[in-house]
């Protein structure tokens, strides 16, 4: 267990359609990281949040977004859904802004049909 | 797209044998880590090397760096079956800060 929280574990949703997937990070981890792993694209960056402040984007898609509480959880919006959004989705988190070692959670399933 | 790449694509060995699985990258890097994944669950860090490091061990694990060819490898020891997974490398740093680029992933099997 990475100490790194996702919910939900399993979403299915239609095309079209709207979703936010949380994370709790590690506790005393101010950094969250995003990541999407499909068949074909494997495991792409989307962002980086560091203690509430957006810090590096990725391949990430206009119609998603994400921000990070004050509390240090993170949310994902996923909007306008297409099926090809279908993907594991990863959050991670570590100590601090740099590149230390991440902690990845156990991942959110999303099917869009 | 992504940085590293991992050779080879897919691995099987008995076990007791070794495993070696080999990335390259193509930026500069603060350090390398080595990642696995069981069957589309969450990833599990493995071992990070920095740049300025060569070799590094943890238990039966080997990681080296060569930052003149960009490359490094993974070692595995003794395998187990419980070994079985996908093993990704991951590089970090450059002007990426925190970011990690995977590399497509080894799909290790080792027989019992």
């Known amino acids: 267990d990475s100490g790194v929280t996702q919910t939900p574990k399993h979403l299915i949703t239609a095309t079209g359609q709207r979703v936010t997937l949380r994370c709790s990070p590690r506790?005393?981890?101010?950094?969250v990281y995003w990541y999407q792993q499909s068949l074909d694209q494997g495991l792409q960056f989307l962002i980086h949040?560091?203690?509430?402040?957006?810090?590096a984007k990725g391949n990430i898609l206009e119609r998603f977004s994400a921000q990070q509480f004050p509390d240090l959880h993170s949310e994902l919006n996923l909007s306008s859904l297409e099926l090809g959004d279908s993907a594991l989705y990863f959050c991670?988190?570590?100590?601090?802004?740099?590149?230390?070692?991440?902690?990845f959670g156990p991942g959110t399933r999303l099917t869009v049909l | 797209s992504q940085q590293g790449e991992e050779d080879p694509q897919a691995l099987s060995i008995q076990e007791g044998e070794n495993a070696t699985m080999n990335c390259s990258y193509k930026?500069?890097?603060?350090?390398l880590q080595w990642y696995r994944q069981n069957s589309g669950r969450g990833l599990v860090h493995l071992i990070l090397?920095?740049?300025?490091?060569r070799e590094k061990h943890s238990g039966r694990l080997r990681v080296t760096l060569d930052t003149s060819k960009k490359s490094s490898s993974l070692l595995i020891t003794a395998s187990r079956a419980a070994d079985t997974a996908s093993y990704f490398c991951?590089?970090?740093?450059?002007?990426?800060?925190?970011?990690?680029?995977f590399g497509q992933g080894t799909i290790l099997t080792v027989h019992p």
């Open positions: 991951a590089a970090a740093g450059g002007t990426s800060y925190g970011k990690l680029t």
């Open positions: 930026t500069s890097i603060n350090n």
């Open positions: 090397i920095r740049s300025n490091e």
């Open positions: 991670a988190s570590s100590v601090d802004r740099n590149t230390d070692t991440q902690y």
């Open positions: 949040y560091y203690n509430g402040e957006e810090r």
């Open positions: 506790s005393g981890d101010l950094s």
